[in-house]
């Protein structure tokens, strides 16, 4: 006897309706089976999906907005001077609150992984110190990978040093911010040496690149560089903003690069969209993305993510990923179906292929981890960007439930 029956679901790229068998915490069917079962759910013609995947999240800047002074400028750098005073007064106490806060919030969305970002700039590491502990606490819900991120950039012996005790003490990925470093040698020796410490240390690699307006900014043309003779290393650089501003014979040859490497690719569309283009207020303003939709034609593995929830950086969020999805779908200009559903695979399959899950997805015999809603098309799933109506860990609901998803 099967432990679990979803009947009458489909997925985000087949209107098809299917049931899905669960037995033993994996799923033994998805078709129009049927077995005996301890228990059935009717899932009303509602879409089912994988857990959501959050790629880049801030997890120590987390609500820190809603305490401490207003990002006036509303801009990067205004953000990055606010944090930088903020976070000498935080101490473990409140850092567990905030970080255990975001990641219930995460799990109460749907999010099964997430990669978060630990500014590694910060006093004594204290912030790592405390997300490692809650992602032992938490790893029978969540799975979490920690970035080491140095905010202030990797220009002083000192910035090195945190950045490799981080990674030594439990942090997943080594990172950099080439384009906020003094110069452009500072840029290139930033990039080669978070290359040269994940090699050493056999870990991956997270970069921010490109985080402007800029044509002119040109850091991931020196990631590409040294991704060529680091290939074994998994590389993942978010945000490439300015790659809109590039020609397209350069933007062309990038994209190119970036399929022929495997490097995945994280775009923010929330915080993007209202911190980029703030410089000299030039019109027209970047919409805050990279080349998505030249990025789905490609087949390179793009992820849509939040970057920040309610920071010195970015005053709104709520950790829900289809709002994600939902504005990206705008300033990307998707609206086909099959556009869509790429832009969902940007929230699920794509960061299970760069975070490496095994088990991951609505496939016979992987884990029975998936989320249920009411609405029956992607466009209804996008427009009310709801959270699941329930969710469901290893077969098991750790949800509640809403009245429009029978149980009997």
């Not at 209107?15 to 994996?26: A, C, P, Q, S």
């Not at 013609?45 to 400028?73: C, S, W």
């Not at 409140?94 to 630990?118: C, D, P, Y």
């Not at 939709?293 to 969020?317: L, S, V």
Request: charged fraction near 25%; hydrophobic fraction near 40%; charge should be negative.
């Amino acid at each position: 006897m099967l432990d679990l029956i979803v009947t009458n679901v489909r997925t985000h790229y087949d209107e098809t309706l299917f049931n899905l068998g669960v037995e033993n915490k994996n799923i033994k069917f998805m078709s129009s089976g049927w077995e005996p079962s301890k228990e059935v759910i009717d899932g009303n013609g509602g879409i089912i999906l994988p857990p959501f995947i959050e790629m880049h999240n801030h997890a120590d800047t987390f609500k820190v907005g809603e305490r401490y002074e207003q990002n006036h400028k509303g801009t990067i750098e205004e953000g990055i001077k606010i944090w930088d005073k903020v976070k000498k007064e935080l101490d473990e106490k409140s850092l567990e609150k905030q970080m255990s806060e975001m990641i219930n919030t995460f799990i109460a969305n749907g999010v099964f992984h997430a990669r978060v970002m630990i500014d590694v700039s910060a006093p004594e590491l204290r912030a790592l110190f405390v997300l490692t502990k809650l992602k032992k606490s938490y790893e029978q819900f969540i799975n979490l990978e920690i970035v080491a991120f140095p905010q202030l950039g990797l220009n002083e012996e000192w910035k090195r040093t945190n950045m490799e005790e981080a990674l030594k003490f439990g942090a997943d990925y080594a990172s950099a911010v080439p384009h906020l470093e003094n110069s452009e040698k500072e840029e290139k020796e930033s990039i080669n040496y978070c290359f040269r410490t994940a090699e050493k240390l056999k870990k991956g690699v997270h970069i921010f690149c490109d985080e402007n307006d800029d044509q002119n900014s040109a850091s991931i043309q020196k990631v590409l560089e040294c991704q060529k003779r680091y290939e074994k290393i998994p590389v993942t650089v978010s945000h490439l903003n300015a790659l809109h501003y590039y020609s397209k014979e350069v933007s062309e040859m990038i994209l190119d690069s970036l399929k022929e490497l495997n490097i995945n690719v994280v775009s923010c569309p929330l915080v993007n969209s209202v911190t980029i283009g703030k410089k000299e207020r030039a019109m027209p303003v970047g919409r805050g993305v990279t080349r998505v939709k030249e990025m789905f034609a490609k087949d390179i593995n793009i992820c849509t993510a939040h970057d920040d929830i309610k920071t010195p950086f970015y005053p709104y969020g709520n950790g829900n990923m289809l709002q994600a999805a939902y504005v990206m779908a705008h300033l990307a200009q998707l609206t086909t179906v099959k556009e869509l559903a790429k832009l969902i695979d940007s929230i699920t399959y794509h960061g299970a292929n760069a975070m490496g899950i095994e088990g991951y997805g609505l496939i016979k015999n992987m884990r029975a981890d998936f989320l249920l809603f009411s609405q029956k098309n992607v466009y209804d799933l996008l427009t009310a960007h709801s959270r699941p109506e329930m969710i469901y860990k290893d077969g098991m609901e750790i949800s509640g439930q809403l009245p429009s998803l029978q149980r009997y």
